[in-house]
Nanobody, 121 residues
Framework: QVQLVESGGGLVQPGGSLRLSCAAS????????MGWFRQAPGKQRELVAA???????SYADSVKGRFTISRANAKNTVYLQMNSLKPEDTAVYYC???????????????WGQGIQVTVSS
């Protein structure tokens, strides 16, 4: 059974940085997409960033230039470095791993439990 453990969330001031981590166990994910979604109150869940097995990355327009996704296959871990954070980045962030392509992550990937990120002064 796949288990995903997220860490690194919390409260940060606007302009600050956080680094999210998601460690996966129960299977090997080197051949699959890993990524992050987020859901703010009253809004739909949206894809924030994803990285394929070959290292190709994809970002939401709202985070391009501020967020960086990376992965460590030997550790079955995906990271999200978030810089220049804005209040509108406030949301619950969910790790997603195991889909073969980015396009079908939401339907076929496994989900973490979610971690809160709050950007506020």
């Amino acid at each position: 059974q796949v288990q995903l453990v997220e860490s690194g969330g919390g409260l940060v001031q606007p302009g600050g940085s956080l680094r999210l981590s998601c460690a996966a166990s129960g299977s090997a994910f080197a051949a699959y997409v890993m990524g992050w979604f987020r859901q703010a109150p009253g809004k739909q869940r949206e894809l924030v960033a994803a990285i394929t097995s070959g290292g190709t990355t994809s970002y939401a327009d709202s985070v391009k230039g501020r967020f960086t996704i990376s992965r460590a296959n030997a550790k079955n871990t995906v990271y999200l470095q978030m810089n220049s954070l804005k209040p509108e980045d406030t949301a619950v962030y969910y790790c997603n791993v195991g889909a073969p392509t980015i396009a079908i992550m939401a339907d076929f990937g496994s989900w973490g439990q979610g971690i809160q990120v709050t950007v506020s002064s």
